[in-house]
T-cell receptor, first 116, second 111 residues
């Protein structure tokens, strides 16, 4: 299994500013994933963060808006830049961990962002 | 592109009733399927994982079935309790580690 700590748990930010979200995992993992969950909607993958290389972004998400760092195998950050009210969402970090013979997805508790 | 649908979107039942939550997906070439629980404003808690080669998985009062050929999974929760009130999400995984999520079923169990 994997235990993920995410900070901050929630924040209220002014439009035009940036927020950096931290994700710490209790074990070394190759890939870390960042998701966005807009109000009333399901999760959408933003990007995959690999240690030692550039993050891979999904369609509709760009590095200038969501820069990601991955300095080591247990830590990653996601920055939401130049925020607007449309960025108000829950942002979640995820990794895969072993449970017996399976690999399953584990999620942090999320960062609830409100942009005013 | 994988499309995942969950029906119903919301469900309200009296305590003690059994819950049946449905998940369908369009591309049957999946690696596995995972059911999650999400409490309001919180992250996801994994409930059950079914490999593509399996037909069902059980954990306590929870049972999940998978019919990969027809693109369907069902989560059964027996003898529901108010503490089961939450949103339940299903997610299918492909070989590239990406997950495709349904929109979820929001369950309310009335005491």
């Amino acid at each position: 299994s994997a235990v993920i700590s995410q900070k901050p748990s929630r924040d209220i930010c002014q439009r035009g500013t940036s927020l950096t979200i931290q994700c710490q995992v209790d074990s070394q993992v190759t890939m870390m994933f960042w998701y966005r969950q807009q109000p009333g909607q399901s999760l959408t993958l933003i990007a995959t963060a690999n240690q030692g290389s550039e993050a891979t972004y999904e369609s509709g998400f760009v590095i200038d808006k969501f820069p990601i760092s991955r300095p080591n195998l247990t830590f990653s950050t996601l920055t939401v830049s130049n925020m607007s009210p449309e960025d108000s969402s829950i942002y979640l970090c995820s990794v895969f961990g072993f449970t017996g013979e399976n690999t399953e997805a584990f999620f942090g508790q999320g960062t609830r962002l409100t942009v005013v | 592109k994988q499309e995942v649908t969950q029906i119903p979107a919301a469900l309200s039942v009296p305590e003690g009733e059994n819950l049946v939550l449905n998940c369908s997906f369009t591309d049957s070439a999946i690696y596995n399927l995972q059911w999650f629980r999400q409490d309001p404003g919180k992250g996801l808690t994994s409930l059950l994982l079914i490999q593509s080669s399996q037909r069902e998985q059980t954990s306590g009062r929870l049972n999940a079935s998978l019919d990969k050929s027809s693109g369907r999974s069902t989560l059964y929760i027996a003898a529901s309790q108010p503490g089961d009130s939450a949103t339940y999400l299903c997610a299918v995984r492909h070989g590239d580690y990406k997950l495709s999520f349904g929109a979820g079923t929001t369950v309310t169990v009335r005491a």
